[in-house]
């Protein structure tokens, strides 16, 4: 059983390994904007969307989960690079985070179970260093909570 702060910690190091291997230029945990380089991300707790009390046979309860939601944005300027070579860095990227998070489906921990990240949205935004596309990415991490 994890709580909350320890997913979280868990989820910075796999964040921490995206960039160490080069698929993003830096990644922070929080709303603000602004990475060193691109593409960047920015990654954020994003409420939970579901509980589940899992029922053993015969009908008595057993595992009660709870998941937690993490948003993922990965942020690419457009005027950075050309327009091709731009898109072709955000993709990676974006496929760099579904498959770190894809192969480490329990952050170390047996107990937190992590589906596979979907991809929310792709948006154009113009911002104040130019027009960006970000994508929000969407990880779902289920733990338990009480074993019965």
């Known amino acids: 059983m994890s709580n909350l702060s320890t997913i979280k910690g ?3 190091t796999e964040m921490d390994a995206i960039v160490t291997a080069g698929d993003l230029s830096s990644a922070a945990f929080g709303r603000a904007w602004g990475g060193a380089g691109y593409p960047y991300a920015r990654y954020y707790y ?15 309860a057993a595992d009660y989960w709870v998941t937690h939601s993490f948003a993922i944005e990965v ?4 005027p950075d690079k050309g327009a091709e070579e731009a898109e072709i860095a955000f993709m ?22 992590v589906s596979a990240p979907f991809t929310e949205s792709v948006e154009d935004v ?9 994508a929000k990415l969407i990880v ?8 019965t």
Do not use: H, M
Request: with cysteine; aromatic share 6%; proline share 2%.
């Open 10 to 12: 868990n989820f910075a």
């Open 126 to 134: 113009q911002t104040s260093e130019g027009r960006s596309v970000i």
């Open 92 to 113: 990676n990227a974006c496929d760099a985070v579904r498959i770190r998070f894809e192969n480490n489906w329990d952050l170390g921990d047996a107990n937190d179970l």
């Open 140 to 147: 779902n991490i289920k733990t338990v909570v009480s074993y």
């Open 46 to 60: 994003n409420g939970t969307p579901e509980n589940e009390q899992v029922t053993a046979a015969g009908g008595a």
């Open 75 to 78: 942020i690419q300027s457009i």
